[in-house]
């Protein structure tokens, strides 16, 4: 009985368990249904799943709302049917454009989104009633992909450009005036600035005149010249850019005004040597090897070869590079600059050491002149790589006043230290020192473009001894690496000795003196005297290639020679006259640059002395047969 019991109620019960999760299940299976719908209606309306109105449904039944909803089925693109069919296919092609030897076969209607062929088709010319034309080509950045590329976008709506095809398109696109690809264009290549492709971009911006991405270009080369690794981004400088970015002011210099000079000699090497390669360690070992010039006289820039890179030199501040020992080691070790160009900067530099030295000078009373700074200013800098506490001192002479810069907790502090620390110069004891400064600090991403920039204005500070304060603060929006550039005058305002020397201007001073101090001109007969049988040449006593100095005055038998032209002066007709007869007889002055040289042995000494200023007449001349030199309008020049 027990076990008939157990057994029907066993049964019993699992029939009801079977019937609840029956029913379990359903209710289930409708709330997932629900859902489904509810997310479907709201995905075709535009809204997220999982949000709705909250109401409830029948199970079966689809919301009103979803009837009347659009349902999104992605069919084929129309433009890329477009574009294949019509422009790859050339299909129904009503015009045969001949360009860079292809055939291209397009249509007017298409075409004439372009301002350039709307005006050819539209307009009175010719090629408005042509079904094929002659398309020239006269930019050579442009190639056949580019121009695919500009045809190409009048089909469809959006184009791919690699940033190695961008410059090609954008002359296409320049050519034909396409607006929008050219926009395109200059997008991309401002978010693809980098060392690859720096020069490239800033020649392509010169040329078709793009003057927001040449400024873009020109400001990261700024940033990145002295701190950049790649050998292939200083084969690609000019000397013009290269004389630019080193005379601006705004210019990211790290460490010292002789890291200038440094990357310079890099350049010079990797600009001579366009097929070296290796690694940094080794560059610096071949760039010693190939500037000692132990062998020859001059120097490296006074040769024809450093000649093309003297330009660039012209606006390194050598007042800071002369007065530190251990870099004019390096200058006289190195022979590419001839010591005696700047040799005009030590008298200077010595007085305002002077001055500093026995506390004549307390440093610029006042905010200097901002030309004035910006050329006799110490320019100095640092990257800091991740975030920390930094403390720092640029190395060099620095006119008694040592300068300490620290970067803790986002904020940058200036200090003149005096006691509190070691110092490995000497320093001033002066109760107060005035300086004159300007802070720039930027963050950098990967590529090497700017994404924060900050700058002070040139600012005047008095710093007692061991005195401390702060000159920035670094917001948060600034990340690491960080640049920090600054420029510090410690000398007050300029006095009557250079503060700034141009080399390039006293080297070409030099080197104009010296040419011609080498080359002489000559007196030589004009081809109407070389008529004449030598006998009347002896009696007439003519004088040929005779060379001239500039202090010397020569006599010949019969006559005297007068002294050189004035530099520069071109040909000139002189005329011998005879004192004793009317006869005379043309010579020409030749410029320096049409001298002949000739041995002095070809005057006999016996018939040719140095005049000294005595109005005597040899004795072998008589005062019947005496010549002078003159113009053709008789302008006396002896």
């Not at 489904?36 to 079966?60: I, R």
């Not at 990145?224 to 084969?235: C, E, G, H, Q």
């Amino acid at each position: 009985m027990g076990n008939k019991f157990s057994s029907k109620f066993s049964k019993h019960f699992c029939s009801a368990s079977d019937k609840r999760g029956t029913k379990r299940k359903l209710e289930n299976d409708t709330d997932s249904a629900q859902s489904s719908d509810k997310e479907e209606a709201s995905s075709q309306a535009g809204e997220s799943p999982g949000t709705g109105t909250g109401s409830k449904f029948e199970v079966g039944l689809a919301p009103l709302s979803d009837i009347h909803t659009p349902k999104r089925k992605r069919l084929k693109s129309t433009s890329k049917y477009i574009y294949q069919t019509l422009f790859l296919d050339g299909e129904n092609s009503d015009i045969k454009i001949y360009a860079l030897g292809q055939e291209w076969n397009l249509h007017k209607i298409y075409l004439s989104q372009s301002p350039y062929f709307a005006c050819m088709f539209n307009g009175s010319w010719r090629e408005s009633l042509l079904s094929e034309i002659d398309l020239q080509i006269p930019d050579p950045a442009i190639d056949n992909l580019a121009l695919k590329t500009a045809f190409g976008s009048l089909y469809r709506d959006y184009v791919f450009i690699k940033p190695v095809e961008v410059i090609g398109v954008l002359a296409a696109a320049f050519l034909l005036q396409l607006d929008g690809l050219k926009q395109q264009c200059l997008t991309l290549m401002s978010n693809t600035i980098s060392g690859d492709t720096v020069c490239s971009y800033y020649e392509a911006c010169c040329r078709y005149d793009v003057e927001n991405l040449k400024e873009e270009c020109y400001n990261w080369l700024l940033t990145n010249i002295l701190t950049s690794s790649d050998l292939d981004l200083f084969k690609q400088l000019s000397v013009d850019m290269m004389m630019n970015l080193i005379g601006d002011p705004k210019l990211f210099v790290m460490q010292v005004e002789m890291d200038i000079y440094s990357v310079l000699k890099r350049w010079i090497f990797l600009k001579e040597n366009t097929t070296w390669c290796g690694d940094y360690k080794s560059m610096l070992s071949s760039i010693d090897d190939y500037f000692k010039r132990t062998e020859e006289p001059d120097c490296f820039l006074e040769t024809t070869t450093g000649q093309t890179y003297l330009s660039a030199f012209s606006h390194i501040r050598w007042q800071h590079i002369v007065i530190d020992l251990d870099s004019l080691l390096i200058l006289e070790q190195d022979r590419i600059v001839n010591l005696d160009w700047i040799k005009p900067l030590f008298h200077g530099m010595w007085r305002k050491m002077l001055k500093l030295e026995q506390s004549k000078d307390k440093g610029p009373e006042e905010i200097p002149d901002e030309n004035y700074f910006n050329k006799t200013s110490l320019r100095c800098g640092r990257l800091l790589k991740c975030e920390g506490e930094y403390c720092w001192r640029w190395v060099g002479y620095n006119y008694g006043v040592d300068i300490l810069l620290t970067y803790v907790n986002n904020l940058i502090f200036i200090k003149r230290n005096t006691v509190s620390q070691p110092n490995p110069h000497s320093a001033s004891l002066d109760k107060l020192k005035n300086l004159a400064y300007r802070l720039t600090i930027a963050s950098v991403d990967k590529d090497g473009k700017v994404t924060e920039r900050k700058s002070s204005e040139i600012q005047k500070i008095s710093l007692q001894k061991d005195e401390e304060t702060l000159v920035m603060t670094v917001n948060k929006a600034f990340t690491f690496p960080l640049y920090l550039s600054m420029n510090i005058l410690l000398t007050g305002q300029p006095t009557s000795q250079p503060d700034h020397i141009d080399i390039c201007s006293v080297a070409q001073s030099r080197i104009l003196r010296h040419t011609a101090s080498q080359t002489r001109p000559v007196i030589t007969c004009s081809a109407e005297s070389q008529t004449e049988c030598p006998a009347e040449k002896a009696a007439k006593s003519l004088v040929q290639d005779v060379s001239l100095s500039s202090a010397t005055v020569k006599r010949c038998t019969t006559g005297k020679v007068v002294r050189d032209a004035a530099a520069g002066d071109s040909k000139k007709k002189l005329t011998v006259v005879q004192t004793s007869s009317s006869n005379s007889a043309s010579v020409e002055l030749l410029s320096p640059n049409t001298s002949t040289q000739t041995s002095e042995n070809s005057i006999d000494k016996d018939q040719s002395e140095v005049l000294n200023g005595s109005s005597s007449t040899p004795p072998s001349v008589t005062s019947s047969s005496k010549r002078v030199l003159k113009y053709p309008d008789d302008e006396e020049i002896l």
